[in-house]
């Protein structure tokens, strides 16, 4: 059974500050993703990466599958930045069946 | 980009009654969508997959009589969630992927049933 697992539960930065949330899991996947949840529930995908690293505006992406570990970096974070942040994988070479971390949730202090 | 829409956004409604949620990918052909489930502070866990044309595939535990999904066309799927109780409040999130295409989130339905 794949587990994902993210670190932290909970984080909570001042304006400016760099970020970095983790997530790891336990066995081989086919995909990786990153997603923010807004307050009130919407999703949006941020990334999705199978191997080396991905970059959009302030967000970055990372992947290391020999370690099965990903890591998503914000860059002088701000308060609109404040969500919760879902890792989720697919594995056994399917688009779908998500298996999803407990999520980090992020607060941004002005 | 792709856009997955999700209708109704919040539902409030009596123990017993019916509850319809709508998927739909707005500009791509969504070959399959994906049912989630997320109860208060836990993860989304996958309820089930539909392809269009065919049944859904239903996770264990997930009763197929009372979560009914119809995927009847390549942009449309819908959940309805029959006689519905308390314990299923929840918020329910869909996604739709297609041949090339990643999955692509909906806004998400909560659904409070009083």
């Known amino acids: 059974k794949n587990e994902v697992e993210q670190s932290p539960q909970n984080l909570t930065a001042q304006e400016g500050e760099f970020i970095t949330i983790n997530c790891s899991y336990s066995v081989g996947i086919s995909a990786l993703h990153w997603l923010q949840q807004h307050p009130g529930g919407g999703i949006v995908s941020l990334f999705m990466?199978?191997?080396g690293k991905k970059k959009h505006g302030r967000l970055i992406a990372t992947i290391n599958i020999q370690e099965k570990h990903s890591s998503l970096h914000i860059t002088a974070s701000h308060p609109r930045d404040s969500a919760v942040y879902i890792c989720?994988?697919?594995?056994?070479?399917?688009?779908?069946?998500?298996?999803f971390g407990k999520g980090t949730k992020l607060s941004v202090k002005p | 980009g792709a856009v997955v829409s999700q209708h109704p956004s919040r539902v409030i409604c009596k123990s017993g009654t019916s509850v319809k949620i709508e998927c739909r990918s707005l500009?791509?052909?969504?070959?399959?969508m994906f049912w989630y489930r997320q109860f208060p502070k836990q993860s989304l866990m996958l309820m089930a997959t539909s392809n269009e044309g065919s049944k859904a595939t239903y996770e264990q535990g997930v009763e197929k009589d009372k979560f009914l999904i119809n995927h009847a066309s390549l942009t449309l799927s819908t959940l309805t969630v029959t006689s519905a109780h308390p314990e299923d409040s929840s918020f329910y999130i869909c996604?739709?992927?297609?041949?090339?295409?990643?999955?692509?989130f909906g806004d998400g339905t909560r659904l409070s049933i009083l």
């Open positions: 996604s739709a992927g297609g041949r090339h295409q990643p999955q692509h």
């Open positions: 989720a994988v697919t594995y056994g070479g399917s688009q779908g069946n998500l298996i």
């Open positions: 500009d791509f052909q969504a070959t399959t």
């Open positions: 990466l199978s191997s």
